[in-house]
């Protein structure tokens, strides 16, 4: 074997001992701290001292652009431009913080973007050229979501600015997310990686909805390898706080733009190692627990260039679904986890079929355009509570060149029929029908809010071919497509006035069992449940910023 080819190899064998070993099982939790050691606990802000603070402005919800309008091409709003208030716009509905919640004498803040355990280990970027408002020089800039600010990181010349851009259409800007490990791992120990990378996925959906409101498109810059993104995000510098590693670069561009296909020069990228760096990285924690976090990192280091992607040879037909009047911005920011389902309230079965719909990939529609592959993953649903359908196991078949691989390797299904009801739009089919609550809440961990919802999921991928495939530097692609499709469950639930959770805790083999799935071709990577949320009534809400 080559060197290279036998060090890929070496890496795809570590991503699949990683991902065994990080699986929970019914005897034994993956390896983690066991307990919440409090001197220890991550400060959830990472700040740069030092670093220029340019404020943004914080936007009430407004009624227009609808949720809706926003997935149907023909409805996007016209491209805003890019401007002060537009970018702030851009962060506040997609990464800044969108309440404060306190209890008996402590208060923490929730964010737009969810994150497993609240502890949100990804870290925003702008990298952009001059923005009427926001500064005359080219800049790279980290997101502070506390303040809802930017902090100038550094600045550089027009003519780097051109050389980056060039193959861009005009008032391209770029949005980076990078992730601070330790911040998942100081509570979840090694299946910490797994959640952080849920939660880039959860990010790249709430940026791209986000974007989509102001008549915006993001496009993940897939050939950039892990060194060009720590380069151009300023994190390749050395420094004694905890490191944040690279994830992705998408460039935002108006939606009507063809998607770019080319990407950024290495020699503009190369010269982001002479910038003069400002401001010094914050230490969250004083003591850490290596959890090897730094290992799967190096594992799925990621080459420059882009994969031989598989085609997405038979893409779910258009379905016109109905114009809500639902404010895009008010779903946004009210979106919100439910801590327990009431164990009641029905989904009409209109309602669910349109909302799984919207977790397709159909082409052009967002989230999933910011993604150059096809889709990977599939939704094994287990449906309690949806009128005039059967309780029992459903399966989403998110491309259906897969159909008949998922026929074979779903040993358990008893049958393959279509729903009553159904649209051919959706390729959705009962597999089992009964009573599956049991099931959905032993395999989510014990926890009830899988059973007590309308329904749960499992979020099937198919794991060893692609990153056999394209490399190891696969492997967090499939958790951001989940994170992604999670985003969406969370707005479409908050858009149809119910609510839903992610779970990152689920027994992993137990659930492939329960499918009947042997072979480690087909893994399960996320959960999720959509249900009737119950309120917490010993919680006090106060508002994200003083001013809005
Ligand atoms: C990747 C991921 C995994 C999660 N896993 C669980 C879980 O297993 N159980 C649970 O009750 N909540 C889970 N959550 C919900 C988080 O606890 C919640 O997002 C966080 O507390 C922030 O609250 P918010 O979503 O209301 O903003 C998960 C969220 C994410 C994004």
């Not at 998110?398 to 897969?402: E, I, K, S, W, Y």
């Given at each position: 074997m080559m060197p290279d080819t036998a060090h890929r190899a070496d890496r795809l064998r570590q991503v699949f001992a990683y991902h065994q070993a990080t699986k929970h099982q019914f005897r034994a939790y993956a390896r983690g701290p066991g307990y919440l050691d409090w001197a220890t606990q991550p400060d959830p802000f990472r700040r740069y001292a030092g670093a220029r603070l340019i404020a943004l402005e914080t936007i009430p919800p407004t009624a227009e652009p609808l949720y809706d309008a926003v997935f149907s091409q023909g409805q996007m709003p016209t491209p805003a431009p890019v401007n002060l208030l537009s970018v702030s716009q851009l962060f506040y509905d997609s990464l800044a913080l969108s309440a404060w919640k306190s209890a008996a004498g402590t208060r923490w803040a929730l964010r737009v973007n969810p994150s497993s355990g609240n502890l949100h280990p990804t870290e925003g970027y702008l990298l952009c050229g001059p923005v009427d408002g926001l500064g005359d020089q080219p800049m790279v800039c980290h997101y502070a979501p506390r303040e809802h600010g930017l902090e100038v990181r550094a600045e550089f010349g027009l003519a780097l600015w051109k050389a980056l851009s060039s193959s861009f259409p005009e008032h391209t800007f770029f949005v980076g997310l990078t992730s601070i490990h330790w911040r998942e791992a100081w509570k979840y120990g090694e299946r910490a990686y797994r959640y952080c990378m849920h939660d880039v996925g959860h990010a790249i959906g709430a940026l791209s909805i986000a974007a989509g409101g102001l008549g915006w498109q993001m496009r993940l810059l897939d050939d950039l390898g892990s060194d060009e993104l720590a380069l151009l995000l300023g994190t390749f510098q050395e420094h004694p706080a905890e490191p944040e590693a690279p994830d992705l670069l998408l460039a935002c561009v108006p939606a009507h733009q063809a998607p770019q296909a080319s990407g950024l020069p290495a020699d503009a990228v190369r010269s982001f190692t002479t910038l003069a760096w400002q401001g010094t990285a914050n230490r969250l924690s004083p003591s850490h627990l290596d959890w090897g976090m730094q290992d799967i990192a190096a594992a799925v280091h990621k080459p420059h260039g882009t994969g031989e992607y598989a085609p997405f040879t038979e893409p779910p037909a258009a379905w016109a679904l109905e114009t809500r009047p639902v404010s895009l911005r008010q779903v946004i920011r009210e979106r919100r986890s439910a801590v327990a389902m009431d164990g009641q309230t029905r989904l009409s079965r209109d309602n669910f079929y349109h909302l799984l719909y919207r977790c397709l990939a159909v082409p052009g529609a967002l989230p999933f355009r910011a993604l150059p592959w096809k889709p990977h993953l599939h939704l094994a649903i287990f449906v309690h509570r949806v009128d005039d359908l059967p309780s029992g196991l459903y399966l989403l078949v998110?491309?259906?060149?897969?159909t008949e691989a998922l026929q074979k390797a779903l040993t358990q299904a008893d049958r393959w029929q279509t729903p009553r009801g159904c649209p051919e739009q959706l390729p959705l089919y009962c597999l089992i029908e009964a009573d599956v609550r049991a099931a959905a809440r032993e395999i989510s961990c014990h926890q009830d809010i899988a059973s007590d919802s309308c329904f749960s999921l499992a979020m099937i991928a198919e794991y060893e071919r692609p990153l056999e495939r394209y490399g190891p530097w696969f492997y967090p692609c499939l958790y951001w497509e989940a994170g992604m499709i999670g985003q969406l469950l969370y707005l479409e639930a908050e858009a149809a006035g119910i609510r839903s959770t992610g779970i990152g805790c689920f027994f992993d083999d137990p659930t492939h069992e329960v499918l009947g799935l042997s072979a480690p071709n087909f893994q399960d990577l996320y959960h999720f449940t959509v249900g009737g949320p119950v309120e917490d009534t010993r919680l006090t809400t106060l508002p994200a910023y003083a001013d809005g």
């Open positions: 998110r491309d259906a060149a897969q």
